[in-house]
């Protein structure tokens, strides 16, 4: 019995910003790990893979990382990916500053 | 200091006109970034985890005051504030835009700066003795020869395709500040039996997935002979190292691979002909270099202002003793500046302390600065009445830490929070551990330790040199630090020993407490370090605390 696909999302980094982006099922490219496709298939995997390798002007360097359904979409699996999503750990420095920008203006 | 000439200006200005063509087209889509990559990495440019990384050299880790304040500049205009100094006597830009690398290296070449040969398979930054120039126990210094061969290596065109990267590493002491022992090639300035200053080639050295202590390929070398003997090391890589595989592609593979003596013979029968070559005009080059070192007309007063504060301060009194090294001028002093206060990140300076050292160094040390590959700031020149005002102004901008030496001046790599090779962070478990031990208030009582920390097998945090080294991995997708014991990163260089499993990130503080409370146990009175108890004793009673479980277990048995 072969074993069951571990699910996907495409990730990458921005080419002029460097930040971490995931393609999203309406191809666009998104700074959010839960607004990313989550592909539960390896063709399809491997296809959106493609489709996102083609994007030269836009992204470097995507990849295919492990990641689980969410209650608001997809979570990472490994903690390099979860680090990816918020920024370093030693300043309020990348994704978590943004995050945190966004609460003060609620 | 060495200062640019024409030829050196006019070389950076064409490079960076060139890489500013290379970004547009990147960002045109005309490059893709299979081609663009090796482009960037020739001129420094990283991708990180979260962001680009600009790599900058600071040749031979020296800077003068106009530099610093550069880059300060450079980090508010471009980055966040703040620059990371690195064990290779570099500076890390952590978020620089790709669309803004030309002008950053722009305002780098201002200063006489840049980030070529900070990547890729060539002769990288050469580093040398932070305390060069200043040092009581210097025989010469080593700038003027690293300045050399900085000249000799960038963009020399035979060298810019080596198997694999290829680092140099200086010193004029008989102790060793750089670790030459760690490096690709290692020059130590000594003394023959005439008295004749020359050097010790050391050769094989490196760090990463198999660490080596480099060896001696010559013991003695005439001065003038350096640059054909380098030429004849590098060539005899060049055509002996494998470019089969990455990881068998270092220099100290190449010497293992075929036996020092096979490597030596190789490169002495070139060196016989390369020597008649060079003809001297190496060492009229190297004449006009030194010049441009001669050390600035020390200052002569009384150093009354010292011995008050030193009787009357007893912070200043505990600063001096671990952050001050003695100069080769009684009447003044090396400060070493500590990037190490506890909590903050190892190495990492803001815009606003790089300002603030800039003007102590033009205030109190003739407008020179050094970086150390220990990941600190040095003032190498200060007059011993200037100390405890500089003291001062240190203290109001949080940089008088006073643990040069002791447990929480580590050197720690950047681990996951930005290195995209990284199996595990390290900067969270250096400022755990100096946190820790303050709390504890067990620094001071433990005195001289080197602890190094690397987040994966490649060993930036240089941790199989450090006393105690700390190596983060990923076991099974958590995070999971081994500790090596008994490293040393001086003329004695030695590769720690793995003490055993590894721990999960709550565990390695308290693990790395159970071992120093066995040191302090253990050891004969405080004047006997931890590097020399473990040395009497050997790993058994640090294992023992490291692993009480496994202790008890064969107790039981
Ligand atoms: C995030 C950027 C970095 C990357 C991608 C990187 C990559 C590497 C790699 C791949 C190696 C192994 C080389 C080999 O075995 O051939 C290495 C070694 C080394 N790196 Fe880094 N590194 C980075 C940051 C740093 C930093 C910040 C420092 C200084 C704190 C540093 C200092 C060193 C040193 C001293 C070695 C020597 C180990 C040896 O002798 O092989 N690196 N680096
Ligand atoms: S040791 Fe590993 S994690 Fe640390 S900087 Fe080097 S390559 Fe990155």
């Given amino acids: 019995m072969s074993r069951r696909y571990i699910p996907k999302v495409v990730t990458a980094n921005d080419l002029v910003e460097g930040d971490v982006v995931y393609q999203t099922a309406d191809d666009r490219w998104s700074r959010h790990h839960h607004e990313a496709e989550l592909i539960e298939d390896e063709a399809h995997a491997q296809l959106r893979l493609l489709n996102a390798s083609a994007q030269k002007q836009v992204v470097v360097g995507p990849y295919l990382a492990d990641a689980k359904a969410g209650p608001n979409g997809p979570e990472p699996i490994h903690f390099r990916e979860a680090f990816r999503t918020r920024g370093p750990s030693n300043y309020v420095h990348g994704k978590q500053e943004f995050a945190a920008r966004e609460n003060e203006n609620v | 200091m060495y200062k640019y000439s024409d030829f050196d ?20 889509g005309a490059l893709t970034e299979d081609e663009f990559r ?21 040749p031979y880790g020296t800077l003068n005051s106009a530099q ?12 966040k504030g703040y620059g990371h100094f690195t064990t290779r006597q570099n500076i890390q830009y952590n978020w620089p835009k790709l669309k803004d690398v030309p002008d950053i290296l722009d305002a780098l070449g201002e200063v006489q700066m840049h980030a070529i040969q900070t990547s890729g398979n060539t002769i990288r930054n050469v580093t040398a003795d932070h305390f060069a120039g200043a040092a009581a126990d210097e025989i010469e210094d080593p700038r003027p020869v690293a300045e050399l061969i900085r000249q000799w290596s960038t963009d020399h065109p035979e060298f810019q395709f080596l198997p694999r990267k290829f680092k140099i590493a200086v010193t004029g002491s008989p102790n060793d500040r750089a670790v030459t022992r760690a490096n690709d090639i290692g020059i130590r300035t000594i003394r ?29 070398l005439p001065k003038a002979d350096l640059l054909p003997y380098l030429e004849a ?3 005899t890589y060049n055509l002996m190292g494998r470019r089969d595989n990455k990881y068998k592609a270092r220099i100290k593979i190449t010497v293992f691979e075929n036996g020092l003596d096979a490597f030596r013979d190789a490169v002495e029968e070139k060196f016989a002909t390369y020597r008649s070559q060079f003809g001297g005009a190496d060492q009229a080059l190297l004449a006009e270099i030194a010049a441009a070192f001669a050390p600035p007309a020390f200052r002569n007063a009384p150093v009354d202002a010292y011995d008050a504060a030193l009787a009357a301060d007893a912070a200043f009194r505990t600063w001096a003793g671990t952050n001050l090294s003695a100069h080769r001028n009684d009447s003044h002093a090396i400060v070493t500046i500590s990037l190490k206060a506890h909590g903050e990140t190892p190495g990492d300076a803001s815009s606003d302390q790089m300002r603030l050292l800039a003007d102590l160094a033009d205030a109190y040390g003739y407008g020179e600065l050094r970086i150390s590959h220990e990941q600190n700031v040095i003032l190498p020149h200060v007059h011993k009445s200037d100390l405890p005002v500089l003291f ?99 003329e004695n260089a030695a590769i720690g020993e793995r003490a055993g499993p590894g721990f999960a990130y709550d565990e390695i503080v308290p693990a790395i407490e159970r071992l120093l409370r066995a040191y302090l146990a253990e050891r004969n009175g405080p004047s006997e370090t931890f590097i020399d108890t473990y040395r009497r004793l050997g790993p058994a009673p640090f294992k023992a605390a490291l692993y009480p479980a496994e202790a008890e277990d064969r107790d039981a048995a």
């Fill in chain 2, 9 to 28: 200006a006019a070389f950076v200005a064409e490079r960076n006109r060139q890489f500013r063509g290379q970004v547009e087209r990147r960002l045109s």
């Fill in chain 2, 38 to 58: 090796p482009l960037r990495l020739m001129n420094g440019l990283y991708l990180q985890l979260h962001a680009y990384m600009l790599r900058v050299a600071i």
């Fill in chain 2, 68 to 79: 610093m304040r550069q880059l300060a500049y450079i980090a508010d205009r471009w980055d």
């Fill in chain 2, 192 to 220: 023959n039996d005439k008295g004749e200053p020359g050097y010790e080639v050391l050769v094989g050295g490196g760090l990463g997935r198999t660490p080596m202590i480099a060896r001696v390929i010559r013991d003695f």
């Fill in chain 2, 233 to 235: 090391i590098l060539s």
């Fill in chain 2, 392 to 490: 001062a102004r240190l203290q109001q901008a949080g940089l008088a830490t006073a643990n040069a030496g002791l447990l929480s001046d580590i050197i720690a790599c950047p681990g996951m929070d930005y290195c995209t090779l990284a199996t595990a962070r390290s900067i969270p478990v250096a400022q755990k551990l100096a946190l820790h031990f303050k709390a504890l208030g067990l620094e001071e009582e433990i005195g001289a330790l080197k602890i190094k920390i690397s987040g994966c097998i490649n060993a930036c945090g240089h941790h199989h040199v450090g006393h105690i080294g700390i190596l983060g991995l990923d076991r099974a997708g958590v995070e999971n630090y081994q500790v090596t014991l008994g490293g040393d990163h001086t």
